[in-house]
Every structure is written in structure tokens, then in C-alpha cells.
């Protein structure tokens, strides 16, 4: 009887440890986390009855981060974690958790980082071994089942690590204690007295780097070089230096032409596996596509070339069909396979080009440089050889991308991370007003689905999914929520956005700044409790970058210098890691010189609908425009002048000065191209 009893107890228990398992499990709906339902392994999510149950079974805990668009994420799923002997062998001595990178990316950064210093790699799928305490025992990215090409078999690792678990407890303890003292340094404050004039160090490494035959810098793979191309643009608008413009040109001409842009569509992948720009991964993140959508927006009005402006365009046009979400804000990603192959969505074979082509496939082969190359698997992926235009070219494209079109497509994560949807809000307007294309009224929906959020709650989660509030916010959900708020003020002169802004504004200063810059996340996990100061671009904009320029923005418009003073302390509290990493940095160098000479803003003073719209029609690099129409709430001295003045005008203000009122559109776009710009210039 005593037997069974105890038989009865345990099956009762393990029944409740299966559905912990499959509540943390499914607790979030990440597609990425959810495919291990289906998974041999028996997952868990990152919570804490995970690291529990490791802890009283006396096990290690494996982690596998990745993400739903990542390729290789899903060949590891089925081609490791679905092994009967990996499975089998995971399930007896591991508990296996799955961390959705972009859910958490609080998670994620903290283990990326301790993969890069024990084996110099990081990367998606991330494989990190824990103790039940949070202490990394090692970490790898992909690894097959079973040792080939060089690397390390899954079956090897998993008893290598239950070895040294089992047997140098004392040793892993140590190796963490060193691990966490190295990330602690670089994460500890470098504080500096920030030179604005240091970015001649930036720009001469910049063209140290840069590759003269096919743009962009360093070798292979490449991601698009977004910060340090925002940087490039800002520097040759005051500097007007001529290699400045040709390090620019040459990368966002060869990333408009490569393969990492989807020539039928719109939008560009996430990076290339080669220097030429033309073998990518497949996967779209919203975040990559929101940030060069606004600048080549920018990079159209500064050098005038049409093909930025049909770049820009076919960013908006990939997110009028797939990315939007109805009530406001936009999708996450779109994955990189469809059933099973990577970039099927997007490769050609030959024989099908012909066959869909016919008589002009000699055309298309001239243009796409169909038979330049050996394709991988026999597939290529579309990119300019030869620039072609006419009504031939048209209807190659016209005929490709319609036998594309009965293709499935790729799976689409229809999660709205607050952030990115900012960025893409952002971004519509900014290429609204300065290159005439953007859905301004799907991006003015998403900053009042947010804004309302805000005032309701106070705050925001870092996402939302199906309507339910995912993951802990990060410093750059506020920080481009702040900027897409300014901007979404420019054009419509809405207060309600100022004051979401303002908020957002205030929990930046107050709950994310301390001595060491802004913080990733205000609460940090307790199992990776090491606090992360984002500095690196990524090469999206890193989050002190971010903060730093929104606030810079936001002190402007309603005159508190507070914003910009929190501003300068970040950067002041990290220069000394800018200096060392240099153009890693570029974001926050570009918001040391906003922050340095001011972030140039034009004050529409009086109901002008022509000034105001000439205002938001003319360039200067991250300026900001101001339509003050009635009452205006914000003690700012040089606005309450110009209340008091002539209207309706405008004023350019930009390095620490206000111009004259102007009134006409012509003086006002004179004026915003020269007024003060030798303050801005550096040598």
C-alpha cells in the first residue's frame, strides 16, 4: 500500500510538472517558442519554474534562442532537437528551455555577450548550458547532432557538459564569477568629457574600412552599415566632404541594386553572406526596414539620386502588403523559409525564368546577370547587373513578380513589438514629407494606439500578441516611440503627441539613466542579472544612441533642457567606450553632434498651411519641425518671442541661435539650408 501511495504521489506530481511545463511553455504564443510543441525535446519557456525544476532534479538547463524568421534556428530544430538520441538524451539529464529572441531581448543580449567571450561567436540559434542558478557553463551557436564540418556534434557536447556539471561544480562556479567580472567591466560607467570632434577618428576608420569595389566596409557577411551611413550623411551635409559622398553613395546604390533587396517587391533582408551584396539570408525584420526606410528617404534628398526614392518606395510597398496591422502598428518579421528551404520564396531556377519569361528572358538575363555566375542549388536571387529601363524591363518585372505571386509565402509573426513599430511609424513620415511616399495615416493610427496605451497604463510592455501584452520594455520601445511622437507632431500639430512624448520622455530620464548611460530594460531578469548598457550598433541604432537622439529631439520642441541634459549625461557616462570602438558606435557619435550643436528645428508660428507644409517639405539632417497653433503649453523662451512677434512665420533654429521671421516658403528654405551650418561643420 505504502508503494503505491508513493507511486500515486509521484505520478500526481509529474503530471503537475507537465502542465508547469506546457503553461511557461505557451505562456508567451511566440511562434519560435510554440514550435517546440512539436519539438521530440520536452521544452520549456524562460520562467521560473524552469530554472525550479532544474534546480530540485539537480540538472543543467540548456537554452536555444532564436527566432521564428531564422533559418538556421529551424534546420537545428529539425535536424538536432528532432534526433531520437539528442531528444532522448536532453530529456533525461537537461532541462531544455526556448528563448524568443525578439521577445526578449533582455535575455538575449546578456547570453549573446557571454557566447562572444567564450568562443568568439554569437549569433542565431544561440546554445548557452546553465546551472540551475543562472551560472553559463558554456555556450555555442548552431551544432548538429553529431560532429561534421568542423563542428562539434550535439551528443558529444550534451555529456561533456553533464560531465563537467556533475563533477566541477566548483570550477563552472568559478568560470562564471570571471565571465560576469569581464561583462561587468565593459557594461561599468567610461565616463569621458565627449569631443564632437573625435568623429574625424570615426570618419578616417570609416574609409580605413571601406570596400571601394562593391561599397560597404570590411568583408564578408555584411549587414547594411545603417548608423554608420546616418553618420556619413549628417557629416557631408556640413562638412561637404567628397569621400564622405562616396562612401555613401557606393553602399546604399550597391544595397539597392544587390541581392539583399527584393527587387519585385520591396524591403531588404537582414544581411549578406558575401561582400558583393548579393547572396543574403532571407529573413525581413521590421526593425531593418524601418531604419532604411528613413534613410534612404534622407540619402534621395540630400544627393538626388530617383533610385533612393524607388528604394524607400518599395519598403512602404513590402509593408502595405504584409506588414500592417489592422488596428495600428506593424508586424514583427517574415521568415527566411517556406517549407522547409530557405529563400524559396524568393530564388529562381532557370528553366523557370525562361518558361515564365519567354522571348524576354534575354532581357532579364542581361539585367538580373542570370548566367554570370554559379547560383547556389542551381537558384538565383534577382539583382541589377545592368541598370535597364523601358517597357520590356517593365514587364519582365511585371511577369515575375506575378508568377511569384502563386507562390506560398513566407510565414509572417504578426506580433507588434511597441519599438520596431515606432521605428516603421517614424519612418513613413519622415519619407512622407521628404521623398512623397509613406502610409502617413497608418503611422499617425499607430502613434495614437500607443499614445493611448501610455495614458491609460502609464507605460507599455515591450509588445503585444494577439491583443495580450508580451515581454518587458526596452529602452528603445520609449526612445523611438519618443522620436515617431515628434515627428508624428510635425505633421499633424496634435499636442496629445507631444505629451505622450513628454511621458515617455520623463520614464526614459527617470527609470532607465543612471551612471553607467541608459539601461536596456529597467527590471533585469534575476537569472541574467548583469546590467547592460546597450552602446554597439547592431547595426540598428543601439539603445543609448537612440534615447540620446529622441530626447536631444524632444527638448527642442517643448524647451526643457532637462531632456537634452539627460542626454548628454548617457553619452558623457559612455564616451569612453565610443573612443574605443569607434565607428561601431556611430549612432551615438551622430547623437554626441545633435547633442553638441543643437538639433536643428523650424518653428511655424501662426495657422500658414503654406509654411507649415513648405516646413516639413524642405531637408537638413534630423531637424525637426514645429507648428505652434494657438496656445502653446511649453515654457520655452525663443518660442514665447516668436508668439509675440509677426505671424503667421517661421524661424530656423539650429546651433544655439534663432533666425529672424521668415515669411515666405522660398526664404524659408534658404534659410534652413545655411543659417548657422558653419557651426555644425568640423573641419
Keep these: 500500500?505504502?508503494?503505491?501511495?508513493?507511486?500515486?504521489?509521484?505520478?500526481?506530481?509529474?503530471?503537475?510538472?507537465?502542465?508547469?511545463?506546457?503553461?511557461?511553455?505557451?505562456?508567451?504564443?511566440?511562434?519560435?517558442?510554440?514550435?517546440?510543441?512539436?519539438?521530440?525535446?520536452?521544452?520549456?519557456?524562460?520562467?521560473?519554474?524552469?530554472?525550479?525544476?532544474a534546480r530540485r532534479e539537480g540538472k543543467p538547463v540548456l537554452v536555444d534562442v532564436g527566432a521564428v524568421w531564422c533559418h538556421w534556428c529551424h534546420v537545428m530544430d529539425e535536424k538536432t532537437y528532432n534526433?531520437?538520441?539528442?531528444?532522448?538524451?536532453?530529456?533525461?539529464?537537461?532541462?531544455?528551455?526556448?528563448?524568443?529572441?525578439?521577445?526578449?531581448?533582455?535575455?538575449?543580449?546578456?547570453?549573446?555577450?557571454?557566447?562572444?567571450?567564450?568562443?568568439?561567436?554569437?549569433?542565431?540559434?544561440?546554445?548557452?548550458?546553465?546551472?540551475?542558478?543562472?551560472?553559463?557553463?558554456?555556450?555555442?551557436?548552431?551544432?548538429?547532432?553529431?560532429?561534421?564540418?568542423?563542428?562539434?556534434?550535439?551528443?558529444?557536447?550534451?555529456?561533456?557538459?553533464?560531465?563537467?556539471?556533475?563533477?566541477?561544480?566548483?570550477?563552472?562556479?568559478?568560470?562564471?564569477?570571471?565571465l560576469t567580472r569581464e561583462l561587468a567591466r565593459w557594461h561599468a560607467p567610461a565616463p569621458g568629457e565627449p569631443r564632437p570632434e573625435a568623429q574625424l577618428d570615426v570618419l578616417a576608420a570609416l574609409a580605413s574600412s571601406f570596400d571601394e569595389e562593391f561599397g560597404g566596409f570590411g568583408g564578408a557577411p555584411k549587414f547594411p552599415p545603417i548608423t554608420q551611413l546616418e553618420l556619413l550623411l549628417f557629416r557631408h551635409f556640413y562638412d561637404e566632404v567628397g569621400v564622405y559622398r562616396k562612401m555613401a553613395e557606393a553602399t546604399l546604390t550597391a544595397m539597392a541594386r544587390g541581392g539583399i533587396y527584393d527587387h519585385l517587391l520591396g524591403g531588404f533582408f537582414r544581411y549578406s553572406t558575401d561582400r558583393y551584396w548579393l547572396i543574403p539570408h532571407y529573413e525581413k525584420l521590421l526593425i531593418d526596414n524601418a531604419e532604411l526606410l528613413a534613410l534612404y528617404a534622407k540619402a534621395y534628398r540630400q544627393f538626388g539620386n530617383p533610385l533612393y526614392r524607388k528604394t524607400a518606395a518599395g519598403i512602404v510597398k513590402w509593408l502595405d502588403v504584409f506588414m500592417r496591422a489592422s488596428g495600428g502598428g506593424y508586424y514583427a518579421s517574415q521568415d527566411a523559409d517556406v517549407e522547409g528551404e530557405e529563400g524559396g520564396y524568393y530564388r529562381w531556377g532557370l528553366n523557370e525564368v525562361k518558361e515564365v519569361l519567354g522571348e524576354?528572358?534575354?532581357?532579364?538575363?542581361?539585367?538580373?546577370?542570370?548566367?554570370?555566375?554559379?547560383?547556389?542549388?542551381?537558384?538565383?536571387?534577382?539583382?541589377?547587373?545592368?541598370?535597364?529601363?523601358?517597357?520590356?524591363?517593365?514587364?519582365?518585372?511585371?511577369?515575375?513578380?506575378?508568377?511569384?505571386?502563386?507562390?506560398?509565402?513566407?510565414?509572417?509573426?504578426?506580433?507588434?513589438?511597441?519599438?520596431?513599430?515606432?521605428?516603421?511609424?517614424?519612418?513613413?513620415?519622415?519619407?512622407?514629407?521628404l521623398a512623397s511616399v509613406g502610409d502617413v495615416g497608418h503611422a499617425v493610427k499607430t502613434l495614437e494606439l500607443f499614445a493611448g496605451h501610455l495614458a491609460r497604463v502609464g507605460g507599455?510592455?515591450?509588445?503585444?500578441?494577439?491583443?495580450?501584452?508580451?515581454?518587458?520594455?526596452?529602452?528603445?520601445?520609449?526612445?523611438?516611440?519618443?522620436?515617431?511622437?515628434?515627428?508624428?507632431?510635425?505633421?499633424?500639430?496634435?499636442?496629445?503627441?507631444?505629451?505622450?512624448?513628454?511621458?515617455?520622455?520623463?520614464?526614459?530620464?527617470?527609470?532607465?539613466?543612471?551612471?553607467?548611460?541608459?539601461?536596456?530594460?529597467?527590471?533585469?531578469?534575476?537569472?541574467?542579472?548583469?546590467?547592460?548598457?546597450?552602446?554597439?550598433?547592431?547595426?540598428?541604432?543601439?539603445?543609448?544612441?537612440?534615447?540620446?537622439?529622441?530626447?536631444?529631439?524632444?527638448?527642442?520642441?517643448?524647451?526643457?533642457?532637462?531632456?537634452?541634459?539627460?542626454?548628454?549625461?548617457a553619452v558623457s557616462a559612455v564616451y569612453g567606450k565610443m573612443e574605443r570602438v569607434g565607428p561601431s558606435a556611430a549612432g551615438l557619435w551622430l547623437a554626441l553632434g545633435l547633442l553638441s550643436w543643437g538639433v536643428p528645428r523650424v518653428v511655424v508660428v501662426g495657422e500658414s498651411e503654406e509654411m507649415w507644409k513648405a516646413a516639413l517639405s524642405i531637408?537638413?539632417?534630423?531637424?525637426?519641425v514645429v507648428p505652434v497653433q494657438g496656445d502653446w503649453p511649453y515654457k520655452d523662451p525663443a518660442v514665447r518671442s516668436m508668439l509675440s512677434g509677426p505671424k503667421p512665420a517661421a524661424y530656423i533654429c539650429a546651433g544655439n541661435a534663432c533666425s529672424l521671421p521668415i515669411k515666405t516658403a522660398a526664404e524659408l528654405e534658404k534659410a534652413v539650408a545655411e543659417f548657422m551650418k558653419n557651426t555644425y561643420k568640423l573641419a
Design 1 to 53: 500500500m505504502k508503494r503505491f501511495i508513493n507511486y500515486h504521489l509521484f505520478g500526481q506530481f509529474g503530471q503537475y510538472m507537465e502542465e508547469a511545463r506546457i503553461r511557461c511553455l505557451t505562456e508567451s504564443k511566440s511562434p519560435f517558442v510554440l514550435e517546440g510543441l512539436r519539438s521530440r525535446v520536452r521544452w520549456w519557456g524562460w520562467c521560473r519554474e524552469a530554472f525550479e525544476a
Design 460 to 569: 507599455f510592455p515591450h509588445g503585444f500578441r494577439e491583443g495580450r501584452p508580451v515581454g518587458r520594455p526596452t529602452v528603445e520601445d520609449y526612445a523611438y516611440c519618443v522620436l515617431a511622437w515628434v515627428e508624428g507632431f510635425s505633421h499633424t500639430a496634435r499636442l496629445e503627441f507631444i505629451e505622450a512624448a513628454r511621458a515617455a520622455g520623463e520614464i526614459l530620464a527617470a527609470r532607465y539613466l543612471d551612471a553607467g548611460g541608459f539601461r536596456d530594460v529597467e527590471e533585469v531578469d534575476p537569472v541574467v542579472a548583469t546590467p547592460h548598457y546597450p552602446v554597439l550598433d547592431t547595426p540598428n541604432f543601439s539603445g543609448n544612441a537612440l534615447a540620446s537622439i529622441a530626447l536631444a529631439a524632444l527638448s527642442e520642441v517643448v524647451g526643457r533642457r532637462d531632456f537634452a541634459e539627460a542626454a548628454y549625461k
Design 360 to 433: 524576354l528572358y534575354p532581357v532579364a538575363a542581361r539585367h538580373f546577370g542570370f548566367e554570370t555566375r554559379p547560383w547556389p542549388e542551381g537558384k538565383a536571387t534577382l539583382y541589377v547587373a545592368e541598370p535597364m529601363e523601358g517597357p520590356e524591363v517593365e514587364e519582365v518585372y511585371r511577369r515575375l513578380a506575378e508568377a511569384r505571386g502563386r507562390r506560398k509565402p513566407p510565414y509572417t509573426d504578426t506580433t507588434v513589438y511597441v519599438g520596431w513599430s515606432c521605428a516603421a511609424a517614424y519612418a513613413e513620415l519622415l519619407s512622407a514629407r
Design 83 to 178: 534526433d531520437e538520441e539528442v531528444a532522448a538524451y536532453i530529456n533525461q539529464h537537461f532541462v531544455p528551455i526556448k528563448v524568443d529572441r525578439d521577445e526578449r531581448p533582455d535575455v538575449d543580449r546578456r547570453l549573446q555577450e557571454a557566447a562572444q567571450l567564450i568562443s568568439g561567436q554569437a549569433g542565431w540559434p544561440l546554445t548557452v548550458f546553465m546551472t540551475p542558478e543562472g551560472e553559463v557553463i558554456w555556450a555555442a551557436t548552431y551544432l548538429p547532432p553529431r560532429r561534421e564540418t568542423g563542428l562539434p556534434g550535439m551528443v558529444e557536447v550534451l555529456e561533456a557538459v553533464l560531465k563537467a556539471y556533475r563533477e566541477k561544480r566548483g570550477d563552472i562556479s568559478q568560470f562564471h564569477r570571471d
Design 619 to 624: 531637408y537638413r539632417p534630423w531637424m525637426v
